[in-house]
């Protein structure tokens, strides 16, 4: 039977894993109503200094220039003043130590009339560190999810990173020929 502490501890570990959890949603969720709202000061803030975002149009080193992307990119400014939805699903996320890796769907709907139309959705990748002021952004990988093996290969090295369907991908890598890795290719056995 487990000691008192040993429970503790257990508790407080468990606890802690949540609180990441909680605190990385809380970070993917933000980007959106920032992204809508020019809040460039505010996205700024959501990346570590040195982050990197490839939004599958165009990629931004830095966060001064991810803000500056949100503030005055002549797209960006186009699609706010037409009305428009950046958004994400409930994300996959895997935390190991001080980093952590989620995954998720993205879509920017656009106004169109009274109402609005996908414009693009994506699968998206997010690579966080843990800094001395919490969960940051290191690097953000959007796909157009148009049918072309980089969308799938994303979601797919991002499944793995997380652990998803290791088990599957270990016996089907044994199947195939020595040396052809751990992560095997979508539509692979």
């Not at 949540?18 to 709202?37: F, K, N």
Request: hydrophobic share 35%; glycine share 10%; charged share 25%.
């Amino acid at each position: 039977m487990a000691s008192t502490d040993d429970v503790l501890i257990a508790l407080e570990e468990r606890l802690k894993r949540l609180e990441d959890q909680i605190e990385i949603y809380q970070l993917l969720s933000t980007y959106g109503p920032c992204a809508d709202s020019g809040s460039g000061d505010i996205v700024e803030t959501l990346y570590k200094g040195d982050g990197k975002y490839d939004s599958g149009i165009d990629a931004f080193d830095g966060a001064a220039a991810i803000r500056e992307m949100i503030e005055e990119l002549p797209l960006h400014r186009q699609l706010m003043n037409q009305g428009c939805a950046h958004m994400v699903t409930m994300p996959v996320v895997n935390v190991t130590g001080d980093r952590a890796v989620a995954t998720c769907h993205g879509q920017l709907l656009r106004r169109d009339g009274d109402g609005f139309t996908i414009w693009r959705t994506s699968a998206t990748r997010w690579d966080l560190e843990r800094t001395s002021s919490g969960w940051k952004i290191a690097r953000r990988v959007n796909r157009l999810l148009d049918g072309s093996p980089g969308a799938q290969e994303l979601f797919r090295s991002a499944l793995f990173d997380i652990g998803a369907g290791r088990e599957a991908w270990k016996a089907s890598a044994s199947l195939d020929a020595p040396g052809s890795g751990d992560r095997p290719s979508p539509g692979s056995r």
